[in-house]
């Protein structure tokens, strides 16, 4: 009887593994799926994390953009429209280079040359066309008047510590006749 005892476990275990092994191979698949799943999961939430950090930065990077040309559009007004050269030592760095040729470097240079440029001038409100920046540098067109002329001006500003640091300008008179039907501003 103890060999038939013995065959008879051994079949129904046989029996057993044969109905228990589907089981086994499914927790095993499910095992090896969630870690795969969760291997996934981390890989995801990096990208999550880096596509995050990205926009993080483009806003920071969009922020500052729009900082440096409120600067400038302030500078103008302040300066330029409002006839106020004080506001020279507010918004215009330390090292100023200047590129128009009829302008030393320097703020006292600015100022001097303001003094001359603003003798009689009245007060007006600047009529910006266009404003742009890119990196540390803002582009201004804007429309004056001289006398009874229309003059469009191009500046171009470099920003450095919420300063500007750097001018280039270029004065066109509007011309009566044009070439073409296309405005200047």
């Known amino acids: 009887m103890g060999i038939f005892q013995y065959l008879l476990t051994s079949c129904a275990m046989k029996k057993s593994i044969f109905y228990i092994m589907p089981f086994m191979l499914v927790l095993i698949f499910a095992a090896t799926a969630c870690g795969e799943q969760k291997a996934k999961t981390d890989s995801e939430k990096a990208h999550t994390d880096s596509l995050s950090s990205q926009v993080s930065m483009l806003k920071s990077v969009n922020q500052q ?19 106020n050269i004080d506001a020279v030592d507010k918004y215009i760095g330390d090292s100023y280079i200047q590129h ?9 240079a600015l100022k001097t ?73």
Do not use: C
Not at 142 to 152: A, L, Y
């Open 65 to 83: 953009l729009e900082e440096n040309k409120q600067l400038v559009t302030n500078l103008y007004q302040e300066v330029f429209g409002d006839k």
């Open 100 to 108: 128009n040729p009829t302008v030393a470097d320097g703020k006292e």
């Open 113 to 185: 040359a303001l003094k001359v440029w603003f003798k009689d001038a009245p007060k007006e409100k600047i009529d910006i066309q266009h404003i742009g920046a890119d990196g540390n540098f803002v582009y201004l067109h804007t429309k004056s008047k001289r006398g009874n002329k229309t003059i469009s001006v191009i500046d171009i500003f470099r920003v450095d510590g919420g300063k500007v640091v750097e001018h280039w300008d270029v004065m066109q008179e509007v011309p009566a006749k044009s070439a073409n039907d296309h405005p200047m501003f």
